[in-house]
Antibody, heavy 122, light 108 residues
């Protein structure tokens, strides 16, 4: 069964850091672009960033709202993608999902995880 | 960026009824790069429709998508109990991709 499982969420103070993980199973992880999308009550669904597939060097790109603070990486041996979040702000509070794009890199998601909750609060 | 406006915000219907959900774009969505997702509380979102009208793998044929340009529709022909959920549209024809705010289909 194809599956994505996020982990690593929690409560963190403003200015703090957190590292999220997304672990894939049931498909060839390196063949797909993978993204992070977040969902908050105030902003709905918001794209955070993406990692291209292996043939494209796992190149990352980010939304303007997180550029310079968040970093996406992958560990192919662990079929995992990571989101390192630094200098967190209260507005980063959200459920964070990882999503898989279909082959070809079309910018939609044919598989999602259940998400992990990040709360930024003092 | 393209703004997607979904209507209505909430749809109250009974099982067996037909549901019609709208997604309107602020600019034309080229190549019909419009998708629909279903989301239930505590669950992963699920892809229903891509390319405006193509059902994703395993999606029942009571779900159908239509439309082009700026106006798109998701239709559920006969609501089953498991269909009560929130539905989102997303466009990916223009960067950045964007999502609608969602339509909640609730039991009347």
């Amino acid at each position: 069964e194809e599956q994505l499982v996020e982990s690593g969420g929690g409560l963190v103070q403003p200015g703090g850091s957190l590292r999220l993980s997304c672990t894939a199973s049931g498909f060839i992880f390196s063949d797909h672009y993978m993204d992070w999308v977040r969902q908050s009550s105030g902003k709905g669904l918001e794209w955070v960033g993406r990692s291209k597939d292996k043939v494209n060097g796992y190149t990352a790109a980010y939304a303007a709202s997180v550029q310079g603070r968040f970093t996406i990486s992958r560990d192919e041996s662990r079929n995992s993608m990571f989101l390192q979040m630094n200098s967190l702000k209260t507005e980063d509070t959200a459920i964070y999902y990882c999503g898989r794009r279909p082959r070809g890199g079309y910018w939609y998601f044919d598989l999602w995880g259940r998400g992990t909750l990040v709360t930024v609060s003092s | 960026e393209i703004v997607l406006t979904q209507s209505p915000g909430t749809l109250s219907l009974s099982p067996g009824e037909r549901a019609t959900l709208s997604c309107r774009a602020s600019q034309s969505v080229s190549n019909s790069y419009l998708v629909w997702y279903q989301q239930k509380p505590g669950q992963a979102p699920r892809l229903l429709i891509y390319a405006a009208s193509r059902r994703a793998t395993g999606i029942p044929d009571r779900f159908s998508g239509s439309g082009s340009g700026t106006d798109f529709t998701l239709t559920i022909s006969r609501l089953e109990p498991e269909d009560f959920a929130v539905y989102f549209c997303q466009q990916h024809s223009s960067s950045p991709q964007t999502f609608g705010q969602g339509t909640k289909v609730e039991i009347k």
